[in-house]
């Protein structure tokens, strides 16, 4: 038999403030993606200063879009941060391969993408219940 799992009700605060993170996730995903999708010579050059062939900007923008529509639908938000974790994790790697401080700034979208969800959404406070 299944243990009784009845997470707190989230505040109104909390539930807001995990919107205003996921949303702006989102955000920085959907533009991101765009980009690569628009192509053009700053990407093309952003990709071979990255050691990446530029042919693959249209697939990861294309991910990168699909990560951020299913983050942002609430029934498959936790299925849209672990992809998001893992877009977030290449980034990582390919920064961190090149010595590059940037890296940063994907490891702060991810823990983001976690928060933002934590915050509004009771099944993930459920298995992962923080405490005082």
């Known amino acids: 038999m299944a243990p009784d799992i009845h997470p707190a009700s989230v505040s109104k605060s909390a539930l ?11 955000l920085a995903l959907v533009m991101s993606g765009s980009g690569k999708l628009a192509g053009g ?16 900007a249209l697939g990861l923008g294309i991910l990168e879009i ?9 029934r498959t938000a936790v299925l849209g ?7 977030f994790g290449g980034a990582i790697a390919t920064h961190v391969r090149l010595g ?3 890296f940063i700034a994907a490891l702060t979208l991810g823990v983001i993408a976690w928060l ?5 959404d009771n099944r993930l406070r459920a298995l ?3 405490r005082s």
Not at 81 to 87: C, D, E, W
Not at 116 to 120: D, K
């Open 128 to 130: 992962v219940p923080l």
């Open 41 to 56: 010579p700053d990407v093309v050059k952003g990709f071979q200063d990255l050691g990446w062939d530029p042919s693959y």
């Open 116 to 120: 933002g969800l934590y915050l509004r």
């Open 100 to 102: 590059q401080p940037l």
């Open 16 to 26: 807001w403030a995990g919107r205003i993170l996921s949303a702006l996730i989102v």
């Open 81 to 87: 941060a672990i992809l998001v974790t893992g877009y």
């Open 66 to 74: 699909a990560c951020a529509v299913i983050y942002a639908i609430p």
